[in-house]
């Protein structure tokens, strides 16, 4: 039979267009957040982090954004590269210290 | 730095076989994470490790999955006996606990196909 598994959301852009992410976490107690690239055949890639005492963190060519009235989480990549085309996802920190709770992630793709 | 390195890279055994995957930690880390990764039900921590400890190991499926690190540069996650709905990609992640975990470094993953 068919087999049914995670509809990832998916982003297709143009090179050179900004791309917009975005990931709605659970937990609000969370206190620490991660967004992971994850391309294909090999294992997810820190990208950026940013704790919850901050709304805003930037990176070289990427900016965290923290919304956490609406528990949102959005990763901003600046000038889209063929490179950056990949499975995206981001990663809360809840209670326990050491354990990543990952969302189901997106799919973005970059056409030259 | 070598990275998080994981053997085999890929598995495929037949239903019932004892499996064995390996990882070696980025040295000096002292946190280590066995994640499984399948279409289903995305990326799963499996269980964790903080100074050869096992610290929460919630997510291990059942008692066919264990998991061990007799030392800090050595981990295993066995599943005896093997089934299908065990195909997955598993992966290996380290980190430094430098009070809270932080960044988790991932290895390139062990693709387990059980038939």
């Known amino acids: 039979g068919e087999s049914v598994g995670l509809h990832l959301p998916t982003l297709s852009v143009q090179e050179g267009d900004n791309s917009i992410i975005n990931c709605a976490y659970s937990?609000?107690?969370?206190?620490?957040f991660i967004w992971y690239k994850q391309e294909s055949g090999k294992g997810p890639q820190f990208i950026i982090d940013?704790?919850?005492?901050?709304d805003k963190r930037q990176g070289q060519r990427v900016t965290v954004l923290l919304n956490k009235t609406v528990k949102h989480l959005s990763l901003q990549i600046a000038a889209t590269q063929p490179g950056d085309s990949a499975v995206y996802f981001c990663?809360?920190?809840?209670?326990?210290?050491?354990?990543?709770?990952f969302g189901q992630g997106t799919i973005l793709t970059v056409h030259p | 730095d070598a990275g998080v390195i994981q053997s085999p890279r890929h598995e495929v055994t037949e239903m019932g076989q004892e499996v064995t995957l390996r990882c070696k930690p980025i040295?000096?880390?002292?946190?280590l994470f066995w994640y499984r990764q399948t279409m289903m039900r995305g990326l799963e921590l499996l269980i964790y490790?903080?100074?050869?400890?096992?610290?929460?190991d919630s997510g291990m499926p059942e008692d066919r999955f264990s998991a061990k690190m007799p030392n800090a540069s050595f981990s295993t996650l066995k599943i005896q006996p093997s089934e299908p709905r065990d195909s997955a990609v598993y992966f290996c992640?380290?980190?430094?606990?430098?009070?809270?975990?932080?960044?988790?470094?991932f290895g390139p993953g062990t693709r387990l196909t059980v038939l």
């Open positions: 990663a809360e920190r809840g209670a326990s210290y050491g354990k990543l709770t």
């Open positions: 490790f903080n100074n050869n400890v096992p610290i929460d």
């Open positions: 992640a380290s980190s430094l606990w430098a009070g809270r975990a932080l960044e988790q470094f």
């Open positions: 940013i704790r919850s005492n901050m």
């Open positions: 937990n609000s107690a969370s206190d620490y």
């Open positions: 040295s000096g880390h002292n946190s």
